[in-house]
């Protein structure tokens, strides 16, 4: 079976700081998140839970959780 998380967010950096810190204690991890976000850089959050999650992220100027999530399910 394989897990995959599809998060959007935007200008919520502690939120999904908390919410990658989560996961990371999960069993079994996720085989695939993808983290869809708008406004502030979050690249350093992402950097601080790659090494145990497998994450790809993209950064739009879209704004809206709909616009976000089609783009990261593409």
């Not at 976000?37 to 690249?43: A, E, F, T, Y």
Request: no cysteine; charged share 20%.
């Amino acid at each position: 079976m394989n897990i995959g998380i599809l998060v959007s967010t935007r200008n919520r950096p502690s939120h999904l700081d908390a919410l990658l810190a989560s996961i990371s204690q999960a069993d079994p991890l996720p085989d695939q998140i993808v983290v869809s976000s708008s406004g502030v850089d979050i690249s350093e959050i992402i950097s601080k839970h790659s090494h145990k999650l497998p994450i790809s992220h993209v950064h739009t100027d879209l704004y809206g959780q709909i616009r976000q999530k089609m783009l990261g399910i593409r």
